[in-house]
């Protein structure tokens, strides 16, 4: 499954676009999730990183695309965009936003087709190391790499990534299992650390992201041993 957002307030290119998609759809047997919104500001209200591809017109009401997509890029740097649009000067400026491509209208099936096979490859690498974080009022995509460490604290648990801090209900159980295990380790009772983003140990505490954490006597050389392994091996 895909979840697809389309950002367009003209009608008759959201059912342009649908039907594509949809097309696809039954000849790669891939499922699509779609949802639209009607202008740039809905679409970035409450914006939840939740989708795999974004296709976004640049001449809208209220928002146009170029400033949806700079406020996209602040909360979601991992999402695909393609921009569809008349408008090709300004589409060109997309890549200002990383955006993947952009599309010309009316969508054309067999260019749709083209794009959308090499976006799929890209989605499915990104997947990979994508961790979905649950959170009190839904979740949160994240690539693991972004996330620092966990704190854990009764039920209380604590995302610590480098976009900010998320907190919610659970129990450092729950998070083991979710987290790819060769990538993070405990330093102590409380947190779960990522070793990848270590920076520096320092006779018993570590450096994470802009914090320091204490290594735990009982842990330490469990930990220390952890973080040799993914030094020589990596995340593989």
Do not use: W
């Amino acid at each position: 499954m895909y979840n697809i957002a389309i950002v367009e307030d003209e009608n008759e290119s959201v059912e342009n676009l649908e039907e594509c998609l949809g097309k696809y759809s039954k000849e790669a047997n891939v499922d699509f999730h779609i949802k639209r919104f009607r202008n740039g500001a809905e679409f970035v209200l409450n914006y939840k990183p939740v989708f795999d591809v974004v296709f976004m017109d640049i001449d809208m009401p209220k928002m146009n695309g170029l400033e949806a997509a700079k406020k996209l890029r602040e909360v979601d740097s991992e999402v695909i965009l393609v921009f569809v649009t008349l408008l090709v000067k300004y589409a060109i400026r997309g890549y200002e936003f990383k955006a993947f491509d952009y599309m010309i209208k009316p969508v054309v099936y067999g260019s749709l087709k083209i794009k959308l096979d090499k976006i799929l490859i890209e989605r499915e690498k990104a997947r990979k190391k994508d961790i979905t974080l649950p959170l009190n009022n839904g979740f949160l995509r994240v690539d693991a790499f972004s996330l620092n460490y966990v704190e854990v604290s009764g039920h209380n648990v604590v995302y610590h990534t480098t976009n900010g801090d998320f907190a919610t209900y659970g129990t450092m159980k729950d998070v083991e299992r979710m987290l790819p295990s060769n990538l993070f380790c405990k330093c102590n009772r409380s947190y779960l650390v990522n070793l990848r983003n270590v920076f520096k140990i320092d006779n018993d505490y570590l450096v994470v992201g802009r914090d320091k954490l204490f290594i735990g006597r009982t842990r330490k050389k469990e930990f220390l041993d952890a973080l040799q392994t993914y030094e020589t091996e990596g995340d593989k």
